[in-house]
T-cell receptor, first 115, second 111 residues
Framework: GAGVSQSPRYKVAKRGQDVALRCDPISGHVSLFWYQQALGQGPEFLTYFQNEAQLDKSGLPSDRFFAERPEGSVSTLKIQRTQQEDSAVYLC?????????????FGPGTRLTVT | KQEVTQIPAALSVPEGENLVLNCSFTDSAIYNLQWFRQDPGKGLTSLLLIQSSQREQTSGRLNASLDKSSGRSTLYIAASQPGDSATYLCAVRDSNYQLIWGAGTKLIIKP
């Protein structure tokens, strides 16, 4: 496909479970971003990759959150021992090189509900 | 630290009206500013991107302006339609990559 895709679209997890969220960026896009969007709020930055290198993970809320992009294309955001406050929409975006004013293109998001 | 504020938080207007959504930011050192639309249960659709050197961008019935010195942007929607109902988000890019977002304006266009 031509756009950013994410899977699953919806995920319900029991508190304490581990989850893995997948992002397929636009082919050829070097940069990949993860954002977290709580209900009624704007997205908040989580982490940034340029190719396989994670250049910024300052937005990850705790050490339970882990992201990887081992081959510089598909990325996975993993949340260990999920808590209710992790309930949110997780958005992935990709762009051409991160430096400069390149536009970020967003996927549909994964809505995570922790019960 | 950059902060982005959107006013109003919600807006309901009759179909056909022209309307303005506001976005303000605290640090004028930005690369660009984007306006997005978000429909319930769906992802973000980029509407307009204004580079820091630009004053405005237009696409169809949408016009976005940028005044960096005052830290403001407006999104003007002409001849509003029910299909314009959505949440509108603005985001500024104030580093090489990070987007800093407002909380959005929820717009309802009444038929």
């Amino acid at each position: 496909g031509a756009g950013v895709s994410q899977s699953p679209r919806y995920k319900v997890a029991k508190r304490g479970q581990d989850v893995a969220l997948r992002c397929d960026p636009i082919s050829g896009h070097v940069s990949l971003f993860w954002y977290q969007q709580a209900l009624g709020q704007g997205p908040e930055f989580l982490t940034y990759f340029q190719n396989e290198a994670q250049l910024d993970k300052s937005g990850l809320p705790s050490d339970r959150f882990f992201a990887e992009r081992p081959e510089g294309s598909v990325s996975t955001l993993k949340i260990q021992r999920t808590q209710q406050e992790d309930s949110a929409v997780y958005l992935c975006a990709s762009s051409l090189p991160g430096q400069g004013a390149y536009e970020q293109y967003f996927g549909p998001g994964t809505r995570l509900t922790v019960t | 630290k950059q902060e982005v504020t959107q006013i109003p938080a919600a807006l309901s207007v009759p179909e056909g009206e022209n309307l303005v959504l506001n976005c303000s930011f605290t640090d004028s050192a930005i690369y660009n500013l984007q306006w997005f639309r978000q429909d319930p249960g769906k992802g973000l659709t980029s509407l307009l991107l204004i580079q820091s050197s630009q004053r405005e961008q237009t696409s169809g019935r949408l016009n976005a302006s940028l005044d960096k010195s005052s830290g403001r942007s407006t999104l003007y929607i002409a001849a509003s339609q029910p299909g314009d109902s959505a949440t509108y988000l603005c985001a500024v890019r104030d580093s090489n990559y990070q987007l800093i977002w407002g909380a959005g304006t929820k717009l309802i266009i009444k038929p």
